[in-house]
C-alpha cells in the first residue's frame, strides 16, 4: 500500500509535469473506481490544474473549474496495489485520443483502472491483481474535501503532546495505532515497522503502558523515519517518474526482511503472521530476545490487526 512516502514521490514527479496544465478529461475504464456523482467527472474537463497535495494517503489534485467559484478536487485513495503511471504528450501534438494508455501499451496492461488525460500527458491508474478497493472521489469545496480526511495528525507538525494523546486515545497495539488512520495520517503496514524498530518497540506493546521517553522515542522515530524515506523517495522521482513503487526496499531494516540479519545488532529478523498479514521485527533490539509466536497471540491478533492493513501477496 502506498504510504506517506510513497505519495509525496508521486506528488513530486506529477508537480512538474501538471502544475497549471489543462484536464482535457478523465476516461473510466472501470466504473466502480468513481465513488461519487455530483458533480460528474465531464464538469472537469478543461478545467486547469492549481494544486497538488496529500490527504492522509490519498493524492488530491485541486482544479481549477470555469464558472465555478470553488475548486473542485480530484481525489485518489491506491488503497494497496494502486500505482500511478505517467505517459508524456506526444512531441509531434497529435489528439490526446491518440496517445498511448495504461490500459493498451505500458505499464498496467489490462489493469487500467482510469486515465486523467492532460495537455502535457496521460496519468493512468491501475490496479494489479482482482480486487478492485482502489478509489476516485471528485468533490467540490474544501468542506466536501475536508469530509474525506480521516482525521490523523501530522507527525511532522504534532506537538509531544498531541502525538502522545492521539496515541492514548484507545489501548491498542502499537502497531494498530500507527496504521490508524484516525489517530496519525499516512503510515500503513511497510513503514510501521521501521518506525517501531527504530524506537526499539515492541509491536505489541499496548499503546497506554508507554512511559513519557518511550512515547517520545516512538514519535521521533516516526518522524525521522517518514522523513527518511520521503526526502529519498522524492530525490527519486525528481529524475524519473516513480514507477516502481513497493513496499519492499532493500535498505529496509525490517519490513519485508524475514530471517535476514537486523542491520543493527544482527538478530534474525522474526514475523508476526495472521491471515494475510505480517508484521516483521527484530527480537534483538524491539522484544528483549523474546520471539512473538505463541499461541496466546491468536486472539490478540484477531482483535487488534491494523483493518484492512495488506500482506505481502497484496502488495505487488
Known amino acids: 500500500m502506498p504510504e506517506l512516502p510513497d505519495i509525496e514521490a508521486y506528488l513530486e514527479a506529477l508537480r512538474p509535469r501538471v502544475m497549471g496544465e489543462r484536464l482535457l478529461g478523465v476516461r473510466l475504464m472501470n466504473p466502480f473506481l468513481l465513488r461519487t456523482f455530483d458533480p460528474p467527472l465531464d464538469a472537469v474537463r478543461g478545467a486547469q490544474v492549481q494544486g497538488l497535495s496529500r490527504l492522509g494517503k490519498r493524492l488530491v489534485l485541486e482544479l481549477a473549474v470555469s464558472g465555478s467559484e470553488e475548486p473542485h478536487y480530484l481525489v485518489i485513495h491506491l488503497m494497496i496495489a494502486g500505482r500511478l503511471h505517467w505517459r508524456p504528450a506526444p512531441a509531434d501534438g497529435a489528439d490526446s485520443a491518440a496517445r498511448g494508455t495504461g490500459a493498451r501499451t505500458g505499464p498496467g496492461r489490462g489493469n487500467t483502472l482510469a486515465l486523467f488525460e492532460f495537455s502535457s500527458g496521460a496519468l493512468s491508474l491501475t490496479e494489479a491483481g482482482t480486487k478492485r478497493r482502489a478509489s476516485l472521489h471528485l468533490v467540490r469545496g474544501r468542506e466536501a474535501l475536508a469530509a474525506l480526511d480521516p482525521g490523523g495528525i501530522d507527525v511532522f507538525s504534532a506537538t509531544p503532546d498531541q502525538f ?33 524498530h527504530r524506537a526499539r518497540l515492541s ?55 524475514f530471517k535476514s540479519a537486523c542491520p543493527v545488532c544482527g538478530t534474525a529478523v522474526q514475523r508476526i503472521v495472521y491471515a ?24 490478540l491478533l484477531k482483535d487488534d490487526w491494523p483493518r484492512g492493513t495488506p500482506g505481502p501477496g497484496d502488495i505487488e
Not at 522515542?217 to 529524475?239: G, I, K, N, S, T
Open 164 to 196: 502522545a494523546e492521539a496515541m492514548r486515545r484507545e489501548n491498542r497495539t502499537l502497531k494498530r495505532a500507527l496504521t490508524d488512520p484516525r489517530l496519525l495520517s499516512g503510515i500503513g503496514n511497510a513503514y510501521s515497522d521501521e518506525i517501531l
Open 276 to 299: 494475510d498479514n505480517e508484521c516483521d521485527y527484530c527480537p534483538g533490539c524491539q522484544t528483549g530476545g523474546r520471539i512473538l509466536a505463541d499461541r496466546s497471540l491468536s486472539r
Open 203 to 257: 509491536p505489541l506493546k499496548l499503546t497506554r503502558s508507554l512511559g513519557g521517553e518511550e512515547m517520545e522515542r516512538l514519535r521521533r522515530a516516526a518522524v525521522d523515519v517518514l522523513r527518511m524515506w520521503a526526502d529519498r523517495l522524492a530525490a527519486e522521482a525528481r529524475d524519473a517518474f516513480p514507477e516502481k513503487v513497493t513496499a519492499f526496499r532493500a535498505d529496509m531494516a525490517v519490513h519485508g526482511r
